[in-house]
C-alpha cells in the first residue's frame, strides 16, 4: 500500500490528528484522513466508532480539541458549516434536507437564483430552469426542472440533493448513508452519478452500513473504531472479513473458545417443547425480507448480523412496533395474525427493550420508581392503579435483584448512569413477568461491571423457562449467551443453526462468505 | 460561629423558597394583593351578609372560576403534548345550549328545567371533547389544528343554537351557579375549587397523572411500554370540554343570558396562560394542577387590580400582559440560573470573612 500513496495524486483534505472530546467521551481520538480526488472513500465502522463526528468535524459543525486540516496543503479549520462550504465541501444527509413544495430548480439554486436587472432584482426563473437543467443533465438525471420536488420518490429527491451539493462547486462530496432507504434500482442509478463524479475530479465520501455497496462503490476505505483510525486500505486489495473484523475489532489468534457445555443441554431440551412464538414470512419492505423465526420456551436466540442487517427491524416487528406487510405471527399456539402494535404484543406476553435507551425507552423526568412501574400500570390503565404496598414491594425488589445504584428509588432516572437505566428498563419488563423478551442492545454503551450482571440475568432467565431474543454488535457476547444462532446480512436471515462449536470467525465466515482462515493467512503474510 | 450558621440555614430555606417552581407566581399574586391594600385599606375586609361571605377576595375567587376551570383541564391536555383551543367557543355552545333549552321549556322557571338544562350541556360538551380527542389522537391531526377547527366552527353552532339572539333566561335554579351560596360560600367558586380538589385526587390516587405524564414526556418510549396513549389523549380532551362547559354555564348564569358571539371569547388564553405561569411546560409531561390555581387566581386578581388602582381602562390588556411578561420570564430557566449565580457567592464570601 505504500507503492500506492507515491503515485497519489495531492489529497484534497487531510484532516491530521484529530481530536474531540464531549465531556469525559473522547469521540475523536488523533484521527487522520485523507481524501483524494477522483476517489469514493468509504468510512467503515459500528454505532459509536465515530463517523458522524468525523463528519461533523470535517464540514465545521464541530470545532476540534487538537489536530489540522489541510485544503489542497493549505492549514483550514473551519468554524462554521458555512465555512466548509466556502471551501467546497458539501453533505447530502440520509433525510433530505430540501424544500418538498418548491420545485427541483428552485430547490437547487435556492439562496443563489439568478436574478434579472441587478442583485435584488426578480428571479430569472427561465435562466434559473436553464442552469438547473445544465447541471442535472450533466449527472445524467432525468428530471424536469420546472416539476416539484415533492412529487418524486426519495431516491430522486436525494440524487437532486446531490445535484444542489455538486452545483455549489463541490471538490468533496459527503454522502451520509444515502442508499438506506433505496431499492436496488435507485441504487445503481445513484451509484452511476457517483462514478460520473468520481470520474470528473470530486472526492467522495461515501457511509453506508451496505458491505456489498461499499465493495462495488468505493475505491478507499478508511475503518475507524472506539474513535480510533484502525485501518486505510484500498478497496480492492480488501476482503469483506478482513473489514468486519477491523470493524468490530477481532484479533484472530487471541479468540478464546467458549464453554457451551451448559448451553447444549438447554438446547437440547428446548428442542422438546413447543414453541413460544413462531414467525412465518414475517417482513416488511423496506426494512426486512420475509424471515421465519421461531421461539421455545428457556432458550436464547442469539441474532448476529452488523449494524442496518436487519437485526433491529426484526426485533421491532416481532414486537408489532413496527407493523409487518407480510407474514405470519403465532404467540403460544393462538394462531395471531400480525401484532398490531407494542400493545397487542404486551398483552400476549412479549416484552421488548429498544435499542434506543434515551429515544424510546426511559422517560427522563420520572423517577425511577415510576419508569420501573410503568409497564405493569400501562397494562392495568389508568383506573386501576398498582396499590402502593405492592408497588413498594416489587421497586425494592428489582432494585436488590438488579443491584440499582444509587439504590433511591425516588430519584429522576436521567441522574442514574447508562447502566443502570438500563437495569430499570429491564426491571419494567421483567415485573410484567413476560413470556418472551426481546432484548436489542441491552449492554451498548454500559460499563463492564452492569454488562456481566445484564449477561448474567440473560441466563438465569433463560433458565427459568423465559425465551429470550438477544440482540448485540459484539458477537462474543451473542456466542456466549445464545443456544441458538441466527445470521442477519443485508436484512435477510443469512443463516441459522444451534450454537454448537461456532466461534466468533465462524459467525464472520458466514457473514462475508469467505472462508476465515484465508484471511488468516493473508494477515500472517502482512 | 452559631450567628452566622444561623444566617445560613435561613438563607438555605429562603434560597430553596426561591428556586421552588411556585415561587414567582405567588410572589407576584402577593405583590398585587399588597398594591391593592394600599390603594384601598379594606380591601382585605371580608364581611358576613345575610348568611353571606361578601368581600374584594371573595369576588376575586368568584369571578376566577371560569378560567380556573378551564385552566384544569387545559393543564391536562397540555401535559400530554396538546394544546385545546376551542375551550372558549366550548363553553358558549355549554351556555347555548342551557339557556335555550330553558327559554323553550313551559317550566322556564323550575329547578328540574335547570337541571335537564345543564346536564344537557354537559353531554353535547363531551360530544365536543370526544371529536377533539378524535382528530388527535385517531387521525392525528397537530392539537392546534385539530382544536382550531372547533374553535371557529363552535362558535357557529352556539350561533345556530341560539338563533343568532342574545337569550335571556330567568331560572334562580339556573342563576344560582354564579350569583348562589352555599355555606356561606359562593356555589360558582365551590363548583371550581371542587372539581380543582377531585382532579388533583384522581390524577395522584389513579394511575391517570403518571400516564398522562409519560405520554407528554415521551410518547415513543410511551408507545412501546404499552401505554394507550389513544385513550388517555381522549381523556383529557373530553375532560378539557366538560371543564369547559361548566365554566360557559357559570359564565351564562351570571349574566342570565347567553351571547353566542362573546361568551367565553378569549378564555382560552387567559386558561393557557394560567397554566403556563402556574409552571406546566407547553413541551408537555410534568404538570402542576396547584400551578394552575396559582395562575387562574393571578389573573384574577390582575382583573380586579386594574380599576382598582385607577388604571385606565384602555391600558388594560397592557398591564395585564406586563405582569404576565414579568412572572414569565423570571420563571424562565435563564432567570433562575442567573439568580442562582448571583444568589451563590454571597454565602462564601461570607464565610471567608468569618474565618
Known amino acids: 500500500m505504500s507503492q500506492a500513496d507515491v503515485k497519489q495524486p495531492l489529497p484534497v483534505v487531510e484532516m491530521l490528528d484529530v481530536s474531540i472530546t464531549f465531556g469525559a467521551v473522547r469521540a475523536l481520538d488523533g484521527v487522520s484522513l485523507r481524501l483524494l480526488p477522483g476517489e469514493v472513500h468509504a468510512l467503515m465502522g459500528e454505532n459509536g466508532a465515530g463517523k458522524s463526528t468525523l463528519i461533523k468535524a470535517l464540514t465545521g459543525v464541530y470545532t476540534f480539541d487538537a489536530g489540522r486540516v489541510r485544503i489542497d496543503g493549505v492549514e483550514n479549520q473551519f468554524a462554521t458549516p458555512a465555512a466548509a462550504q466556502q471551501a467546497g465541501i458539501s453533505t447530502v444527509y440520509q433525510e433530505v434536507n430540501l424544500v418538498p413544495n418548491l420545485t427541483v430548480a428552485e430547490n437547487m439554486l435556492l439562496g443563489r437564483e439568478p436574478r434579472r436587472f441587478s442583485r435584488l432584482g426578480p428571479i430569472d426563473r427561465r435562466e434559473m430552469n436553464r442552469r438547473a437543467a445544465a447541471s442535472l443533465q450533466n449527472l445524467g438525471i432525468d428530471v424536469d426542472p420546472g416539476s416539484e420536488l415533492g412529487s418524486h420518490p426519495i431516491a430522486v429527491q436525494q440524487l437532486v440533493a446531490i445535484a444542489r451539493a455538486v452545483d455549489t462547486d463541490a471538490r468533496v462530496l459527503i454522502l451520509d448513508e444515502p442508499t438506506s432507504s433505496l431499492d436496488a434500482d435507485e441504487v445503481a442509478r445513484l451509484f452511476e452519478v457517483m462514478r460520473r463524479l468520481r470520474d470528473q475530479g470530486t472526492a467522495i465520501v461515501f457511509v453506508s452500513h451496505f458491505l456489498d455497496q461499499i465493495f462495488e462503490i468505493s475505491d478507499r476505505l478508511t475503518i475507524l473504531r472506539n474513535g480510533r483510525v484502525v485501518g486505510e486500505r484500498l478497496t480492492e486489495e480488501t476482503t469483506q472479513l478482513e473489514l468486519v473484523q477491523l470493524m468490530i475489532g477481532r484479533d484472530l489468534q487471541a479468540l478464546e473458545r467458549i464453554d457451551r457445555a451448559a448451553h447444549e443441554t438447554a438446547e437440547e431440551a428446548a428442542e422438546r417443547r413447543l414453541p413460544v412464538l413462531s414467525a412465518v414470512g414475517l417482513g416488511r419492505k423496506g426494512s426486512l425480507e420475509a424471515t421465519d423465526l421461531t421461539l421455545y420456551a428457556g432458550e436464547v436466540v442469539g441474532i448476529a448480523g452488523l449494524l442496518g442487517s436487519g437485526r433491529t427491524e426484526l426485533a421491532r416487528l416481532l414486537f408489532g412496533a413496527d407493523a409487518p406487510d407480510t407474514g405470519d405471527l403465532t404467540v403460544k399456539g393462538s394462531s395471531g395474525r400480525r401484532l398490531r402494535s407494542p400493545r397487542h404484543a404486551i398483552d400476549r406476553n412479549l416484552a421488548f427493550c429498544s435499542e434506543d435507551r434515551k429515544a424510546e425507552g426511559v422517560f427522563e423526568e420520572l423517577s425511577v420508581a415510576d419508569n420501573m412501574m410503568l409497564g405493569l400500570q400501562a397494562s392495568r390503565g389508568w383506573l386501576r392503579p398498582i396499590p402502593t404496598a405492592t408497588r413498594d414491594k416489587l421497586v425494592a425488589e428489582y432494585m436488590t435483584a438488579l443491584d440499582i445504584r444509587p439504590a433511591d428509588p425516588s430519584l429522576p432516572i436521567r441522574s442514574l448512569s447508562g447502566g443502570n437505566q438500563q437495569k430499570v428498563l429491564l426491571a419494567r419488563w421483567l415485573i410484567t413477568e413476560p413470556d418472551v423478551l426481546l432484548l436489542d442492545e441491552p449492554t451498548r454503551g454500559i460499563d463492564i461491571g452492569a454488562k456481566t450482571q445484564i449477561q448474567q440475568l440473560v441466563a438465569d432467565l433463560a433458565g427459568k423457562g423465559m425465551s429470550v431474543v438477544f440482540i448485540s454488535a459484539e458477537l462474543e457476547e451473542v456466542l456466549r449467551l445464545s443456544h441458538r444462532l441466527v445470521v442477519l446480512k443485508d436484512r435477510r436471515k443469512i443463516a441459522e443453526r444451534p450454537n454448537r462449536d461456532i466461534d466468533v470467525n465462524d459467525v464472520l465466515e458466514i457473514i462475508t462468505g469467505e472462508p476465515g482462515s484465508l484471511i488468516g493467512k493473508e494477515r500472517a503474510d502482512a | ?355
Open chain 2, 1 to 355: 460561629m452559631p450567628e452566622p450558621t444561623r444566617t445560613m440555614a435561613v438563607k438555605e430555606v429562603g434560597a430553596r423558597a426561591v428556586s421552588h417552581r411556585l415561587f414567582w407566581p405567588l410572589a407576584a399574586l402577593g405583590t398585587l394583593l399588597a398594591i391593592n391594600l394600599i390603594a384601598t385599606p379594606t380591601f382585605f375586609n371580608v364581611r358576613i351578609q345575610d348568611g353571606h361571605l361578601y368581600g374584594s377576595l371573595v369576588d376575586i375567587v368568584r369571578n376566577g372560576a371560569p378560567v380556573l376551570l378551564v385552566g384544569i383541564g387545559m393543564t391536562l391536555v397540555i401535559a400530554t403534548r396538546g394544546i385545546d383551543l376551542s375551550v372558549g367557543a366550548v363553553a358558549a355552545i355549554a351556555g347555548a345550549v342551557a339557556c335555550v333549552y330553558i327559554v323553550k321549556s313551559p317550566a322556564d322557571g323550575a329547578v328540574g328545567t335547570a337541571v335537564v338544562a345543564i346536564s344537557m350541556a354537559l353531554a353535547v360538551c363531551v360530544a365536543l371533547g370526544l371529536w377533539n380527542g378524535f382528530l388527535v389522537a385517531v387521525v392525528g391531526i397537530q392539537p392546534i389544528i385539530a382544536t382550531l377547527v372547533l374553535m371557529v366552527a363552535g362558535r357557529g353552532i352556539a350561533m345556530l343554537v341560539t338563533g343568532g339572539q342574545i337569550t335571556t333566561v330567568n331560572n334562580d335554579a339556573f342563576a344560582a351557579l354564579a350569583s348562589g351560596h352555599l355555606l356561606t360560600l359562593p356555589v360558582a367558586a365551590l363548583i371550581a375549587l371542587g372539581v380543582f380538589a377531585a382532579t388533583q385526587i384522581v390524577v395522584r390516587r389513579t394511575a391517570l397523572g403518571l400516564l398522562i405524564e409519560s405520554v407528554g414526556i415521551n410518547p415513543e418510549a410511551s408507545r412501546l411500554a404499552g401505554v394507550r396513549s389513544r385513550t388517555i389523549i381522549w381523556t383529557v380532551y373530553v375532560f378539557a370540554a366538560l371543564c369547559a362547559g361548566a365554566a360557559g354555564l357559570i359564565i351564562a348564569a351570571n349574566t342570565h343570558s347567553v351571547n353566542a358571539n362573546s361568551l367565553g371569547l378569549w378564555i382560552e388564553l387567559d386558561a393557557i396562560l394560567a397554566v403556563v405561569i402556574g409552571g406546566t411546560s407547553l413541551a408537555g409531561g410534568r404538570f402542576s394542577l396547584t400551578g394552575t390555581l396559582v395562575g387562574a387566581m393571578l389573573i384574577a386578581t390582575l382583573t380586579r387590580t386594574i380599576p382598582n388602582i385607577g388604571i385606565p381602562a384602555e391600558a388594560n390588556y397592557l398591564f395585564k400582559a406586563l405582569v404576565v411578561v414579568i412572572v414569565c420570564l423570571l420563571q424562565s430557566p435563564k432567570a433562575r440560573a442567573v439568580l442562582q449565580r448571583r444568589r451563590e457567592p454571597i454565602p462564601t464570601s461570607r464565610e471567608e470573612a468569618v474565618v
